[in-house]
Structures are given as C-alpha cells and as structure tokens.
C-alpha cells in the first residue's frame, strides 16, 4: 500500500523534484495519481469489494459517455444558491434533458426563469468534465484506448469552447466560464485531473495538448491567479486549481504561487487561516470540511511532488480531530454562522483522506469504522469518486476493530470560542454549546453568546445555518440575531464582535461557561453563564447592563409543539413585537404579562419533552410566544421571548429536556441567586457573583 507515510519520504529525497519535475515519473506529468497508486489501485479493485464497487460507478459513468454525447451549452452559466424554490426554499433537481425546466421536489412543480437556466448550464459543464475525469480513469486503469479517446475529445472540446465563449464575451467581463472565480477553481480541478491521466496515452497530439495547455488551462491558471489575495476558504480552492495547473503545465511560477505566495498561498492560508485549536476562522463547520476538501486538492498533488508540507500538516491534523471534539451525543455538529455542520458521519470521505494522511491517528479510523460497521457489506459503502480523489486510490485497506464513541468530556476551544459542556445519563449526553468566538468572516451571523441544546438523542434546539444565500429568508432571518438562542438589545441585531472568555469548568457535578459580549451592543454590558447540571438540566444566567434605557428580549428557539403554561396569554400586534431585523419574520405573536413562574413545554415525539422554566421576576416583563422558520424554512419552530426594559436586566432560565416526569419542582430567584428544589428533596443554588460562576447544593 502505498501510505502517506511512505510520500512524505519521498520529500527527503525528492525536494529537488520541483526544477526536474520532467521525467521523475516517467514522461507524464503527475498531480493527482502516481503510477504507483494507479498500480496499486488496480490491485485493490481484484482483491476488495470495496474497491470494486467504488470503481463501478466511475465504470459506469465512463461507458455510458463512451456512448453517449451531451452537448456544450449556449450561453452564460448561473450560481448555485439561485437554484432553489423561491416558494419552498429547497434545491431544485437538475434534469440534464430540461434546459429550462427545473424541479422542485417539495412543490412537486416546475420553476422557469434565466437564473435557474443559467446555472443548469454551469451544472452541464461540470458533468462534461466529470465524464473527461471518469473516462480517463477508466482508462488508466484498465489501458482501453477506446476511454482515453473519447475523454481526450471532451478536453479539445472544452478548450475549444473556452476559448470562443471566453473571447467572445464582452469586454471587462471577468475571463472566466464559470459564475464565480471559486467555480472555475473547482472545476478545473477536475479536468487536470482527467488531463494527467491521458496525457502520455497517445491520442493526444502535439496540437491537441497546445490546445488544451495554452488555450484553456494556463488562461484559467493566470485568471484564477489574479484573483487569489486573501485567506479565505475560496481562496484556497484557488489555490488548488493554480497548483494543479501549475503541476501539469510544469510551471514553476503557478506551483509557487499556490503555495508559497505570502499573501494568500497556501502556507499563508494554513498558518492564519487555521485557529489553533483546529478550527477553520470562518468558525463554521460546513466551511471548516468545505475548506478541507479544497486543502486535500493542494495536499495530495504537493506530497505527489515532494513539496514539502510537514508543518502545515501538522496544523491540517487539528482540523481534523476538532469536529470530533464538538460533536454531541450522536455525532451532529453545531452550525454557528453561515453552512451546515451536518452529521460527523457525513463527512466521511474527508476522514478517508484523514486517516490516509495520519494513520497513527486511530480516531480517524475509528470514525471510518463507525460509518461503515463491521459488515462486510458496510465496507463497500466507502465512497466513490469525489473531486480529485477517491478511496479507490487513498482509502487505507485496512480499518481499527473498533468504532468510534461520541466525546464524553467538556471542552473549550479558546481561539474558535466554542465551548461545548456535556454531561452523560446512561448512554444520553445532555449537551450545550456557547459560541464566544470571532465573528466569522463574511459567513458569520450576528449570534454572540448564542447556545445550542442537544438531548435525549437529539439537537432539539439547533443553530440554524443557512439554506440557500439566494433566498430571502436567508437575510430576513437566518442573519438576524433574532433567529438565535441570545439577547436581543432594542430589536436590532448584534455588531459583529469577538465575545471575551470568562471562565470554563469542564468537570465536577456541575459544569459551566461564562463569557462576555460588550461590543455587540455599545454602550451594553452582557455577560452570560451557562450552567449544566449532571442531573441533566442546563441553567443560562444573562446579565445585561448600561447608562441607558433598553429594551431586551431574551430568546429560545426548540423543536416540537409548545404548550406555554402559568400565564394568560393574548394576541400581539407585529408594531408591539418589532418590525425589523427578523421581528417581521415570526406568526401567531401573543404575549402575557409574566408574573409567576412560567413554563413553555416543547414536546417532541415518544414522550420526550424539553421545559423551559422561566422564574417569577419583578417589575415589568412580557413573555411573548411565537413561530418562526426552522431548516429548511418550511419546518416551523415555537419560540419564546422574555422581555424586560430598563437600565439593566438579568435573566435566569432553566432548561430541562426529559423523558418521562421533570425531576424540578420549582426554580426561584432571589437576591442575584437561583435556586432550584428537585422533587427529591435536593436544593442547588447557581449565581454568578464578581462576573465568577458560583454553586453551591446539598445533594
Ligand atoms: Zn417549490
Ligand atoms: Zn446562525
């Protein structure tokens, strides 16, 4: 097998290879595949299933390409986000025989217009690319002319194509195919990945290669080039596309660029883009596994050459074990800001090329295992092609006995500032994570001391992410701090602000995290403390303070029915509620005046429920009860507001999520203090004293 390991030695004796790139693997350029790894993964396919059945749908691709023909379409190509139901907000299907009919699958209706158009047409040229990158494949594996003719068509085509849509497009439009720079990156990745392949094949003529080098791939390398400047998880797919361009065309001044360029190249990306404790800066993890997989386009090619990344990927190490850090009790991550975080087990093709990269590191194994099981028929699950690599080529054969558990200790990541407190029942974690952290770039979201609830087998009050940046709802609400799990100071959303760390206990019967917000509203000091309980239940202390009169609505958002007890509730006017930043978004506004003890119930399905306690406060308070968009838009989500005005306001609430009977009988606040009487007999008290958390209890 041929390991990472085995590549990184070649660096010692290969860091010359860069000014001799000709002929150190023979005639061909190489970017992605080795003739050793092509070697081994015919092997592979005669000896694993798996192996087999990840090469089959690439086999099958590629035969019926063989046979079939797609053609190049007219006109300019759209953007991915556009191609949602502007009714139902969910992606629309692409039918490669529908040029101008696109189906929504919610709706079951068709959806007509230019954008949707013109971004089937950017979908048809990566499918065009696609089908170079597995013919060529097939190719190589299995040395039938026949696959490298057809694949080395489609390239003379392609070069064709750019060439005339490129120069026959109106002057200052940017030199490029795709609707975004990131786009052109992305899919030119695929077709130097299909070029290196058929390149020595023979069927490829002087010409042809001019054609495809000179008139198509250094074009896109120079444009994509001269857009690459900052750090930033698209600049990174940029890198990538430069490199491996750089790779084929054996230009030293592309390789360089991608990778040494000390502004945006990729050792700049990984050095400033990459938080300490692993996390990407954009403190997202759909970003955080998107700017991963760029990385594994730049990693792979750089070790095929000898490039010499050994520091880098030692910080690429982090990036990999943090998401296994902050997953909860089934693996689901949480989704600050912009992207979703998803299932940990989703992203498995990533940990395939994690565990190649670092097969010391059993978690990334284990991981793999877990996805898999231990049937054989699991195994055959790995999956298939995907960018420019393929656990066909890079899965390690051999897998850990044993599967992965979820995280069982608390942890603090100080530079993401995500702090994720756990405590474990039987086999149910009771889990709640603070985001403290850095605003998060052009993806971040106004949600500053927002906290996310999981329990009982479920994220039962999730951070909602984004769905599609073309539709509405997505600055309308998902951008609103309103939307979140926080403090919402006069009806308008957070400054982006970098919260300040309090303090973290992440052991002991009772755990907490405590940080501060003071830049999100000027002129308002906020901390809030988050306590978990090992008796299953979280208290959130809020205290908000300033010069000022304000107005300040504390917010929970959870999943299932809601059911609001202790108080008469009545119907609220929207100009009552709020009118903007997300306060036009919620329905079915009603609100009672809060003088006792108040109780929302969210019930979810097999008797599982979450209490929400809000205590008897004094002076005056409204709790008002709404809906509001989940995601997608369409699952609606009860909410509930605790609204208080003045100089200054604390907040105590107590959430509990159980099966079965709530283990509190009443939580009561008195002199900065909260007190909870558990139906046992048991009395803890939680407060928050010189800005430190404090508790104390007698059971
Ligand atoms: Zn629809
Ligand atoms: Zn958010």
New binding site residues.
Partial sequence: MLCAQRLLRKVVVGTFLLGLMVGAYGSRPVVFLTKGQLGEARKRIRQYDWAKRSYEPIKTSATRWLNERLDFPEGPTGWYHDYF????G?RLRYDEKKPHEHY?P??K?Y?RGEKFDAYWRAVTLGRLVDAARDMATVYAIESDRRFAEAAGKTLVSFAEYYDKYVRGRKPRLPARLMWQTLDEATYIIRAVAAYELIYDSGVLSEADRREIEEKWLRPTGEFIKKQTRVIHNIHCWQNSAVLCIGLVLRDKSLVDFAIENPRSGFRRQIAEGVLDDGLWYECSFGYHFYTLSALENTIIPALNNGIDISRELAKVKKMFIAPILCADGQFELPSPNDGRGGVLTWHRSAYEVAYFLFPGEKRFGRLLRKVYGSSSEGMQQRPPLAWGRDTLFYGVEKLPEKSLAPERASVNLPNSGLAILRSWLADDCTYAAMDYGPPGGGHGHPDKLNVIFSGLGQMFSPDLGSAGYGLKVHRAWYRQSLSHNAVVVDRSSQKPCTGKFVDFRGTGDVKWVSATADQAYPGVRWQRTVFLSDEGYVVIADSLRSEKEHLFDWVYHGLGEMDLAGNKMRPMSREDFGTRAGYDVPKELRVGNSGKEVIGTWKLDDGRRVFVRIPRAEGRNEVISATAPGNPSLVEMPMVVWRKRGKAADFWVVIEPVKGKSRISRAVVSDGKLTIEHTDGARNSYSVQGGKPRFSGNS
């Fill in positions: 139901c502007p009714e139902h969910v929504c919610a709706g209706h959806v």
